[in-house]
């Protein structure tokens, strides 16, 4: 019986063809890496809104959230899908664990005291680097499927199923959030209230395993080119010296001047230096890999640059206000007053008596 996916092999094995069919499972995940973006930046812009709207004091951060459009995340999502479209597997799978050695390093030197906002804005810079190692994850476990496009066609339904379902969790919290918090009125802005505050924790542990599976994908793609040891050793040692200097100039550059301005700066620096080494190990897709790295890491900063100011605040997040609020103040401490003060009251109450 004819069928669809037997189409393949009943056309003639030209190289257009092939070359078509490569392009398509390139844009299928690319498509699949600026889901899992969407996602991880909607969850994130939820976590922040519902801090901003239990603390009266970040008023104007909560308008800044609330003004974002819609047609601006179909846009953020079209180029990051034109993005991973383009960069190649290689440059995609140097990303991933140049990310993953700077992520490692800044969580074993953070305190247990001040966690919150380094991680916060871990979480906030890991977009790219998410996005690149759902990619390098694809291309490494769909390499040689039978069906390598039906598959990624149904990896693409269900990223596309959690991106929609996160976008309208993220519409729904900014336009309707207070309003049902207050009234206790629906299950979702309840729950978001009462268990907000573990929302860093969730989006932390599906970013290890992304991120551990990235790895694992990124290692195997890039020895795939190596045909000796000798050029694996060539190729890893001078990138392990790059990796490590790029992470210790970046601690050191962000512990002395936080901000939007020095996240820019470490993000030419390291792909600066990744352009540098790939100029002596690599080729040219490779450089010009790099140069796409460098516009979506850009791009990606564009749009959390309200998030990463709210990382700056210290006290944020802030403790829920529904617990203690200026309009309902706690009832103060009775007094301590002699024992005859309250006698008298007693016995002024007993009618017919004069002191």
């Known amino acids: 019986m004819f069928s669809l996916l037997s189409l393949p092999s009943w056309l003639p094995s030209l190289p257009t063809l092939e070359w078509g069919s490569s392009l398509l499972d390139c844009l299928l995940q690319g498509l699949i890496g600026a889901f ?10 939820v976590y922040f809104f519902v801090g901003c709207a239990n603390d009266p004091k970040r008023q104007v951060e909560k308008e800044r ?7 601006l995340e179909m846009v953020h999502l079209a180029g990051l899908t034109l993005i ?9 799978a140097l990303v991933v664990l140049e990310f993953s050695l700077r992520a490692v390093s800044t969580l074993l030197s953070l305190g247990k005291g ?66 049902h918090s207050s009234q206790q009125y629906c299950g979702v802005c309840l729950g978001l209230l009462a268990g907000a505050d573990g929302l860093p924790q969730l989006l932390g542990r599906a970013l290890a395993v992304a991120f551990a599976v990235g790895d694992l994908a990124a290692v195997a793609l890039i020895n795939q080119d ?38 820019v700066q470490t993000v030419l620096v390291r792909m600066g230096g990744l352009f540098v080494l790939l100029l002596t190990v690599g080729r040219w897709l490779d450089l010009l890999g790099i140069v796409v790295s460098l516009l979506g890491e850009l791009w990606c900063l564009l749009g959390v640059r309200t998030l990463l100011d709210l990382c700056q605040i210290q006290d944020f997040p802030s403790q829920r206000t ?6 309902q ?11 005859h003060t309250y006698l008298r009251e007693d016995l002024r109450s007993v009618p017919g008596h004069a002191d």
């Open 226 to 263: 190596f045909l000796s040891t000798s050029e694996a050793v060539r190729f890893w040692t001078p990138l392990t010296i790059c990796y490590t200097l790029l992470v210790i100039y970046m601690q050191e550059e962000q512990r002395l001047r936080p901000g939007m301005q020095s996240q």
């Open 65 to 71: 959230l609330q003004g974002r459009w819609a047609s």
């Open 36 to 45: 899992g973006v969407s996602v991880l930046s909607n969850l994130l812009k």
């Open 329 to 339: 103040p706690l009832p103060s401490a009775p007094e301590d007053r002699p024992l």
């Open 84 to 92: 991973f479209t383009v960069v190649g597997a290689r440059v995609a």
């Open 114 to 179: 001040s966690r919150g906002p380094e991680q916060l804005q871990l979480y906030l810079l890991s977009q790219y680097s998410l996005g690149c190692g759902l990619t390098c994850g694809l291309s490494f476990l769909q390499e040689g499927a039978p069906h390598r496009t039906l598959n990624l066609l149904l990896s693409l339904g269900l990223a596309a199923l959690l991106g929609t379902s996160a976008r309208r969790l993220h519409r729904h919290v900014c336009r309707l959030y207070e309003l």
């Open 322 to 327: 529904s617990e203690a609020t200026p309009s």
